[in-house]
């Protein structure tokens, strides 16, 4: 498997990217921004949670990495019904998305089990 910081840092130039081929456009302006900022948090926070002072620590990060991935999946999934160009990236990152969000997930219950 691909290293997480790597992958979750790709994710959010990615979506930066896909931002870029955006029309501008007062309608695409605000969605576009969220997507960015939310796709660029999942790496920033997964970042920081390999850095946690705790088992509890790390989970509290891994839990706003969870919320985030989700978030750029909503928008991601918003851009596929409005768009009508570059559906197959979208789905490309939709899928990262959704991979990054069971991964975390799946985290999450480990680091659980493991504290308990």
């Known amino acids: 498997m ?53 088992t509890a620590d790390f989970i509290y990060k891994l839990k706003i990495v969870e919320e985030e991935v989700d978030e750029s999946v909503y928008w991601l999934e918003l851009f596929l019904e409005i ?15 959704d991979e990054l969000l069971a991964i975390t997930v799946a985290s999450i219950k480990t680091a659980r089990k493991n504290k308990n």
């Not at 768009?83 to 998305?97: A, F, P, S």
Request: hydrophobic fraction near 30%; charge should be positive; include cysteine.
């Open 83 to 97: 768009m009508d160009t570059n559906h197959d990236e979208i789905n490309r990152l939709r899928k990262e998305g």
């Open 2 to 54: 691909q290293d997480l910081k790597l992958r979750t840092k790709r994710f959010a130039i990615d979506c930066w990217q896909l931002c870029a081929k955006i029309p501008k456009s007062r309608e695409h302006d605000s969605w576009v921004r969220q997507l960015i900022r939310c796709s660029g948090s999942v790496g920033a926070n997964y970042r920081a949670s390999q850095r946690g002072k705790s």
